[in-house]
Structure formats: C-alpha cells, structure tokens
C-alpha cells in the first residue's frame, strides 16, 4: 500500500511492515551510493584486469603503505560485525551478513546500510540507524545477543585490531615506501583504499547520527569525525571500545549490542 504523507515523503507498506521514503533520506542515500559504484567500477576493472587477485595481494604485501590500507579496511571490522549482528534477526543471518561484509567489502557493507534508511518506518535518520532509541517498529536480536561473552569478545577482538593497524602504521611511516604514487598506480592497492573511504563514510554517518543528532554531542562529533577522515579506521576501533565502555556491566550482551542501536544514552532528538 502507498500512502503520501504530506512533504515529508510517503510510506510503503508491505506484508504488515511500513517502510517511510524522505527525500533527505533518499539524499543521504544517494550520497552514500555514489562512491560506492566508483568503487564497484573499480573493483569490476581489478577483476577483469590481466593482474589476478592472487598477484594483486602480492603487489599490496610488497608495499608498506598499501598493506597498511588493507589492514584498515580490515580494522573496520569490529564496528561492522558489531552492528550487523545487532541488526540482524537470528545467529544465522548474522554470521551470513558479516561474511559477505568482510568477503565482498564495501560494495555490501555500504548498501546494506541504505537498506536500513530506506526500509524504516521513521522519518527520522536517527529511527533509521538507531532504532531502538525511538522504536516505532519490534525489534528482535540474534539468539546471541543474551550471551555474557559478547563484551569481552567484542573488547578483545576491538583491541587486538587495534594494536596491530597501529604497528602497521608504525611500519609504513618507517619504510620509506612510496605512498600515494604506489597505491594509484597499483590496480588493486587503489581498490583496497577506496574501498577504506567508501566504508568510512558509515562509520561517520553513524558518528554524526549517534553523537550529535541524538546526544547533541557535537563538539565530540566533529572531533570524532575529523579523527576517522584523517587517521582511519584505527578511529573506527577506539569509537567501538568508547561505546562499549558506556555500557553497564548489568547490561548483558545484548545491552552491549543494543547500544550500536541508540539504546543507551538518549538524551533527547533532533530531527534531521
């Protein structure tokens, strides 16, 4: 069923689910998606390219700087698995999800993220990516979130990428490598950056979102946001552990999974 609601957008309603369409939600859409399919193009011609995966990774070890974007997309990762398995409905969808998030990169990651903006039934992008600081829709997490285990996990896991993009920053800034004019001129080391910089602009969307829009934080959000563009995702990793920390002990594993979805904290809305 379509319905128009006034300015605003309509809604959508499908098989007892309402998703609301807005045309700042379909911007902030559209602004996610276009980089997204320079990558794909990116990633289409590495694939078809004469250098094979194989050698591609070869040539991305070989250079201390594109190691270092490989290892940074892959420090994305504690913030990724964290919220997917948060969104995600059952163990099973979430171990599915988050390995084609990791296997596949950006060009799921970031369409799984517009998925959630358009498929929710608020107006607000604060009900699209933090729905359980508003509900307006049920809510039911994976079998895993109940687990006690997942905060120590999460932390481990979170520290332990960490530590080593560190030590591999450490080491590109030491070696004398060639940077940028390596990693342009490298069919795979420019899919492997690009691919960072597409994910990144999630994690600050996600940044903005929680921080400043629901808990008008927003000296802390552009600090945040200044920090992911010009240091990476080792920023994604310590935003993981900050978030975490502000989770009771009480709170279980779910506690610690829900506040990916503005749970803790909700100081008041803004409407954006």
Not at 209 to 225: D, F, H, I, N, P
């Amino acid at each position: 069923m379509y319905r128009k609601i006034g300015s605003k957008g309509f809604q959508i309603t499908l098989q007892n689910r309402t998703m609301t369409v807005t045309p700042f939600k379909l911007a902030v859409s559209a602004f996610l998606l276009g980089p997204t399919i320079y990558f794909a193009q990116l990633l289409i011609r590495a694939l078809t390219s004469d250098v094979s995966l194989g050698q591609g990774f070869k040539s991305i070890l070989s250079n201390a700087w594109a190691t270092s974007a490989l290892v940074d997309y892959v420090t994305a990762m504690p913030f990724v698995f964290a919220y997917v398995t948060a969104r995600s409905k059952t163990t099973l969808a979430a171990i599915a999800t988050c390995s084609a998030c990791f296997f596949l990169g950006n060009v799921v990651t970031v369409p799984l993220f517009v998925f959630y903006i358009l498929v929710s039934p608020g107006t607000w992008m604060i009900d699209a990516l933090l729905p359980l600081a508003n509900p307006l829709d049920s809510h039911a997490g994976p079998s895993v979130n109940g687990s006690p285990y997942i905060k120590p996990v999460l932390v481990a896991f979170t520290s332990v990428t960490l530590i080593f993009y560190t030590a591999i920053c450490i080491r590109a800034i030491a070696s004398g490598d060639p940077g940028f004019s390596f990693i342009l001129n490298d069919v795979w080391s420019k899919v492997t950056f690009v691919d960072v910089l597409v994910g990144i602009q999630v994690v600050v969307l996600f940044v903005i979102v929680k921080e400043g829009a629901l808990g008008r934080r927003w000296g802390a959000t552009v600090l945040w946001v200044l920090g992911l563009l010009l240091l990476g995702n080792g920023v994604t990793c310590l935003y993981v552990l900050w978030l975490v920390s502000n989770v009771s002990p009480l709170a279980g594993g779910s506690g610690v999974l829900d506040v990916f979805l503005g749970k803790a904290e909700t100081r008041g809305f803004v409407e954006i």
